[in-house]
């Protein structure tokens, strides 16, 4: 591992560099200072070597598998990426080469009209599916510290979510994988933390933009410019 005190940190996401001209794409590839390709070898070691597990081998292996999947043509020289599948398919095909056939559904109750049709089609696929929403069990937000000020709905009685009910639901009906569907930001850390069940995410909450995050990265030189500026108060 490197040595912290006198190395830049990784920073992936500021390299200016062509992408097809970085080192993690090229032998003798370009990398800014900080590159973990070529600063975090001790590290990267540690990580290649989980691969030889037989189990996450597998699971790294379908994963790559629908990747390339995911693009049609892929024969056709010179080759321009054309990608072919949605995400709900991806994961429904992604679950069928794992061999897997009890899916765990966490929703948010917003997104309960969606979370019927996403089931549906995991039925249609022919997995089994157990389902559960946020508020399921109905524990009271005073539970944690919130105040009648603080709710959503103030002045009435108001379930919290409950993702580790959720997580701890699924881990007793020991489904073969999780997906997420709505879950708050936060609400799905805890899922994470409790889960013993890999899990991925179908979608996230995003309440303004129709529950897709990247709408203001898209236009954050317009109409979503304030949010590189924020003005923040508490």
């Not at 009648?148 to 009435?156: E, F, P, S, T």
């Not at 569907?181 to 994470?192: E, K, N, R, Y």
């Not at 889960?195 to 996230?204: G, K, N, Q």
């Amino acid at each position: 591992m490197t040595d912290k005190k006198t190395t830049k940190s990784p920073s992936c996401a500021g390299c200016t560099f062509d992408i097809p001209e970085r080192v993690c794409m090229k032998n003798k590839g370009k990398a800014a200072k900080g590159c973990p390709t070529l600063m975090q070898k001790k590290v990267l070691a540690e990580a290649n070597k989980e691969y030889e597990i037989a189990a996450i081998q597998k699971f790294a292996n379908k994963a790559a598998l629908q990747e390339a999947q995911g693009y049609a043509n892929r024969d056709q020289t010179p080759y321009v990426m054309q990608p072919c599948k949605t995400r709900i398919v991806e994961t429904c095909e992604f679950a069928m080469k794992m061999e897997y056939k009890k899916i765990g559904l966490a929703f948010c109750l917003g997104l309960s009209k969606e979370a019927l049709v996403v089931e549906e089609i995991f039925k249609g696929y022919g997995f089994d599916v157990v389902s559960i929403c946020c508020k399921a069990g109905k524990s009271p937000k005073e539970m944690i510290g919130i105040t009648d000020d603080q709710k959503v709905h103030k002045g009435k009685d108001e379930s919290m979510c409950n993702p580790i009910f959720q997580a701890k639901t699924l881990n007793s009906e020991e489904v073969d994988f999780n997906i997420l569907l709505g879950l708050c930001v936060g609400h799905d850390t805890l899922f994470f933390q409790y889960s013993d069940i890999p899990t991925t995410v179908l979608a996230v909450k995003d309440r303004v933009t129709g529950h897709n995050p990247l709408v203001p990265i898209y236009n954050c030189e317009s109409y979503y410019k304030k949010i590189r500026f924020p003005d923040i108060k508490e």
